[in-house]
């Protein structure tokens, strides 16, 4: 089960990665429409978030290796839905810094998202030949 949840956040981290780095528009479209939507907006990330989030610190909580990086994001993911779901504003003020004049700063996650791919997927061949 572990591994398989590995090899699927490294492909999710993959194509989110490039998606933020070569696309990063619709992407901040994307929080626009949710941003104007209100609460309502912040809560379909806080579900999104405590879904991903709970999977990942149920059938992945690793504390050693390589693989701590997903269990990590997994229980960050946890955390942010929970608040943005007790504290919508809190979401909401996170959606307003997603402007067009920040793209470059869009960006920057879509590099660290690549780079743990790379090192899941690193972990994943060199723990996992036959």
Do not use: C
């Not at 699927?8 to 939507?37: C, D, S, T, Y």
Request: charged letters at 10%; aromatic letters at 10%; zero cysteines.
């Amino acid at each position: 089960m572990q591994t398989g949840l590995q090899i699927a956040f490294a492909i999710q981290f993959v194509i989110f990665g490039i998606a933020h780095l070569l696309r990063p528009e619709p992407l901040m479209q994307f929080f626009a429409v949710l941003r104007a939507k209100g609460d309502a907006g912040v809560v379909f990330i806080a579900l999104m978030s405590v879904i991903m989030g709970s999977l990942v610190v149920g059938l992945h909580n690793v504390w050693s290796g390589i693989p701590v990086l997903l269990t990590i994001v997994g229980w960050a993911q946890l955390l942010k839905g929970t608040i943005y779901l007790l504290f919508p504003s809190v979401g909401l003020r996170q959606f307003e810094r997603v402007t067009p004049e920040r793209t470059t700063q869009f960006r920057l996650p879509g590099i660290v998202l690549l780079v743990m791919a790379a090192l899941l997927a690193w972990h994943l061949v060199t723990t996992h030949q036959a």
